[in-house]
């Protein structure tokens, strides 16, 4: 029986809820039942945002239980440590190399952890982390918010049974014409990076 | 045709779908999204009412008149309208009425996580539970039609996790059609007119109505028993259905669609037919004490939480530890020694025109009474400026109560521009026909905002975007009684403190309308320009980070004097609202004017 949980976390505004509508289209469009579940916070943006997102041939649960997840695609580095102990112990984990410092930390009474502290927890946690530069790619197509579709690029480079097309084809369904260019184009060089991680 | 719809998604399509025609609704987490969806759709008529009360008495005159109708609102909701549910339960109605009611289990964005089904059983309204999007959609259809049998109003009970999960839906997109004659009104005084002569005889209807409905559960479609293993037997409902297949793949299951009234006989077969009973269900123990009643062993929160929602591995995590699963179930969890990390909780918005008011009550020490909106998370650090918080309304009437208890110093209740006309007004009413002193202050942004912008009385709009008349909150002010009202711009720091201080020297009732939209609506971000701090002039004093606005952060440059860190504005984040500017003493944040000065040159 085939089963993919994929946890996705950011901070609001990131465009989370984006690519897990797109992670969602896909897994339809490949042929699995699908279900996504959002957690958003109180105010509308600055808050933790998961997003849930289950392929299967049946799903049950619109939620992934802890330790369950086979993907975590976090698109900040803070709330990937924050939610590691959803990963299955054998899950990948992409992290995007983009750090937004919490209310607490840009006022100065919390630190924000270093690059090796959240390397190192990340690599207790998961054989299989991956540090991509999603936020510097997107930036180099002149658009910093596309990093959410860039890092969902890298994440399809790791799902080979998903032919590149169901990808491609998911993006109109979702996107604004005329954003869809940019956005096919950012997807692409995600995965194209995922290759070279 | 197949669509992924959120369980909200999916009401509206079932409205529609099975011929609702008036749906009337406050906006409410996790619930709003379902007269969003619906109000856009052909031949139906739907409105944002400034309550949950006031929104189930129109669905209740449209089903009196003949109309298939809907009442929507959060949990807590059902408190506001509560009065509306009982009478409607006695009166019954013309044409089918359902009344949505999306609980939030673990209040992801509520007061409390009261569990409603209480209220079906209370008022004798039975109660359908959907457990994902696609039943969800069906069982308005199904509520629709239990509700025109048995003359009853009906209690559709979703759960954020129901509402805002999304799953693949079977839609007809096809609905009945609009018979073309003008309904006529039916009157029935002794049906309608409550009075004690009238209810008396029908309160043993409501209860002969019970009665039926209970018989009907047995054989109700969606109550539905899946026998497997016969060593375990679990009784679900809603989204805990999901948890108990995941968990137990092999167990029987009787999952209810209905949870009140219960089907008392399908209940003791299945009961026979296994060896242990539990009841998984989320907060209450609603079905479990239902099923006691019976005298039936069974066991339900002497293993599960009442207390937030459940997932599988609370679920599964639980049976272990009471012996339903071997401890060899566990599921193994990563290696996470990761110690403290910063939160980072929803926050008062780059912009957010209530920080300026916030500041200001800050700096003049006032205890401020609190409501439900955006701005109560003023009380977070580094604001720290709203002191309770309770439900819909409360602000008002509570920083009356505290004057009256004779504390010497002037609370000053807060408001929001929605939530004072939910049920703000008639507290506000209270302070100037009881001679009260109370400050309130009315923030009004322009929208209800913690919600998602939806318009309300105040807006001058409709849940359509039509033009209507804008109710003035100082007219609404003065025709109450009050003499002292003022308006000021929430940006406007100096002027926020001159009104509140002027209303702090007389002792009488005083209303301050904080005015300016919110920095999120399409219309005023196109007006953002993000300010710029002049590292020259910083000393690094940290005055602008007690603002507390995420915009404002740490530069990696130290100023050389002080050796604290001078101020930085995110480019990416600043809406150029100007408050940070007005704070900083030494000037070094340049004004929206100053920028385009220091451009010019």
Redesign the interface.
């Known amino acids: 029986m085939t089963k993919i949980d994929f946890l996705l976390a950011g ?2 505004g990131q465009g989370t809820i984006l690519a897990s509508d797109l992670l ?2 896909v897994g ?1 469009s490949v042929g699995h ?7 958003h ?8 945002v998961t997003s849930h997102v289950r392929w299967a041939d049946k ?5 992934i ?4 997840a086979d993907f975590f695609l976090a698109f900040e580095k ?2 990937a ?2 939610h ?2 959803m ?3 054998n ?1 990948v984990v992409l992290v995007n190399d983009y750090a937004i ?13 270093d690059d090796e502290r959240i390397k190192t ?1 990340l690599a ?3 054989p299989n982390y991956y540090w991509v530069p999603g936020m510097r790619l997107a930036e180099e197509l002149g658009n ?1 918010r596309v990093n959410n579709v860039v890092m969902l690029g890298s994440l399809s480079h790791f799902l080979s049974g998903v032919p590149l097309e169901a990808w491609l084809q998911a993006i109109p369904e979702r996107v604004p014409p005329r954003f869809i260019e940019l956005n096919r184009r950012a997807f692409l060089l995600g995965r194209e990076a995922a290759g070279k991680l | 045709m197949k669509r ?1 719809l959120s369980g909200n998604e999916a009401v509206a399509w079932g409205a529609w779908e099975s011929g609702v025609r008036i749906a009337a609704a406050y906006p409410g ?1 996790p619930s709003t999204e379902i007269l969003e969806t619906l109000a856009p759709m052909p031949d139906v008529y739907a409105e944002w009412t400034p309550n949950e009360k006031v929104a189930l008495d129109v669905a209740v005159g449209a089903a009196y008149a003949g109309k298939r109708a809907m009442a929507v609102m959060k949990h807590v909701g059902l408190n506001v309208a509560a009065d509306s549910f009982f009478y409607v339960s006695m009166t019954g109605t013309e044409a089918a009425l359902v009344i949505v009611c999306a609980d939030d289990p673990f209040m ?2 509520s007061q409390n996580e009261q569990d409603n089904r209480h209220y079906a059983k209370f008022a004798r309204v039975p109660c359908l539970e959907p457990a ?1 999007s696609q039943e969800a959609r069906d069982f308005v259809g199904v509520a629709l039609d239990i509700s025109e049998q048995f003359d009853t109003p009906v209690l559709l009970r979703l759960t954020t ?1 129901i509402s ?5 839906v079977e839609l007809k997109g096809t609905r009945p059609p609009q018979p073309t004659e003008k309904p006529t009104y039916h009157v029935d005084t002794a049906k309608y007119v409550m009075v004690p002569g009238n209810a008396r005889r029908r309160h043993p209807v409501v209860e002969e109505r019970v009665a039926r409905l209970a018989e009907f559960a047995e054989t109700f479609a969606h109550n539905r028993v899946e026998l497997r293993d016969s060593s375990l037997g679990i009784v679900c409902n809603g ?1 805990a259905y ?2 108990a ?2 968990v137990f793949p092999n167990a029987s299951i009787l999952k209810l669609g209905m949870t009140y009234p219960i089907p008392t006989k399908l209940i003791r077969d299945f009961a026979s037919q296994v060896e242990r009973l539990i009841v998984i269900e989320e907060l209450d123990p609603f079905i479990e004490e239902e099923i006691r009643q019976l005298g039936i062993p069974v066991e339900g929160k002497s293993i599960f939480p009442i207390c937030g929602e459940l ?3 609370i679920v ?1 995590e639980r049976a272990i530890e009471a012996g339903l699963l071997p401890s060899s179930a566990h ?8 110690g403290p ?9 780059p912009g957010c025109p209530h920080r300026g008011v916030f500041h200001v009550t800050n700096k003049l020490k006032l205890v401020v009474n609190g409501d439900i909106g ?1 701005y109560t ?1 003023a009380f977070l ?2 604001l720290g400026a709203l002191h309770t918080c309770g439900c819909m309304g409360a602000s008002i009437g509570v920083a009356h109560g505290v004057a009256k208890a004779g504390v010497a110093q002037r609370n000053v209740a807060v408001i929001g521009d929605s939530t004072f006309f939910h049920t703000g007004m008639p507290a506000l009413l209270n302070v100037a026909y009881n001679q009260g002193n109370t400050i309130t202050i009315i923030l009004d942004n322009r929208t209800t ?2 919600t ?1 912008h939806q318009e309300n009385p105040g807006t001058g709009r409709t849940l359509q975007g039509a033009e209507t008349p804008a109710a003035d909150f100082e007219a609404l002010a003065h025709a109450m009684g009050i003499q002292r009202v003022h308006t000021v711009d929430s940006y406007n720091l100096k002027e926020v403190e001159t009104a509140l201080r002027d209303c702090l020297a007389a002792n009488e009732p005083a209303v301050v309308v904080a005015r300016r939209e919110c920095a ?1 609506l399409p219309e005023v971000k196109k007006g953002w320009i993000p300010l710029r701090v002049d590292e020259e002039r910083c000393n690094g004093c ?1 005055l602008c ?2 603002v ?1 606005c ?1 915009a ?3 530069s990696d440059v130290l100023d050389a004097k002080t050796g604290k ?1 001078k101020a930085r504005i995110d480019p ?1 984040l600043c809406t150029g609202c100007e408050i940070c500017a007005q704070v900083c003493a030494r000037q070094a944040i340049l004004f929206r004017a100053q920028l385009s000065e220091a451009e010019g040159e």
Not at chain 1, 65 to 68: A, W
Not at chain 2, 332 to 338: G, I, L, Y
């Open positions: 901070v609001g969602s289209s339809l039942d699908v279900k996504k579940s959002e957690v916070g109180m105010a509308q943006r600055g808050g933790s799903v049950y649960s619109p939620l239980g802890r330790g369950e803070l709330e440590v924050r590691i102990e990963l299955h112990p899950g410092s919490p209310l607490s930390v840009s006022s100065g009474d919390d630190e924000y952890p927890v207790a946690a998961t910093a | 992924l987490t992801h964005s994902d996790r805002h999960s999304y799953g693949v989204v999901q948890y297949r995941e997932d599988q591995r599964r599921v193994p969890v990563v290696n996470t020694n990761k990390l910063p939160p980072r909780p929803p926050i008062l918005c955006c998370l650090p580094p905002a913690m998602g999120l940290g980070f007690r507390g995420p404002l952060v740490k860190p990416l």
